[in-house]
Nanobody
């Protein structure tokens, strides 16, 4: 079945950087808009960044603009999230999502923990 496997999370000090990866398999990666979501304890899951399949256009939550960069490698079926200047409020479980809205396809990874703390 469809797989989305996130990696790259961990513990980092404020101001540090992490690069998350999401390896996709068993579906046609290039048909899907790819998204990163995050969920902190007690909070709803929120959209962090997205990248379309059509032209790689990107969109970011205001809270991460200028600090995070989403990208995709269609040859490797992999999604990335480069996170710089991390803040304690970025602490959350980060989820990879693949969405093909017109076909009602919506896939999720299992999440990777990011903790920003000194």
């Amino acid at each position: 079945q469809v797989q989305l496997v996130e990696s790259g999370g961990g513990l980092v000090q404020p101001g540090g950087s992490l690069r998350l990866s999401c390896a996709a398999s068993r579906f046609t990666f290039t048909y899907f808009t790819m998204n990163w979501y995050r969920q902190a304890p007690g909070n709803e899951r929120e959209l962090v960044a997205s990248i379309t399949n059509a032209d790689d256009s990107t969109n970011y939550a205001d809270s991460v603009k200028g600090r995070f960069t989403i990208s995709r490698d269609n040859a490797r079926n992999t999604l990335y999230l480069q996170m710089n200047s991390l803040k304690p409020e970025d602490t959350a479980v980060y989820y990879c999502n693949a969405r093909w809205s017109t076909m009602g396809r919506d896939y999720w990874g299992q999440g990777t923990q990011v903790t920003v703390s000194s």
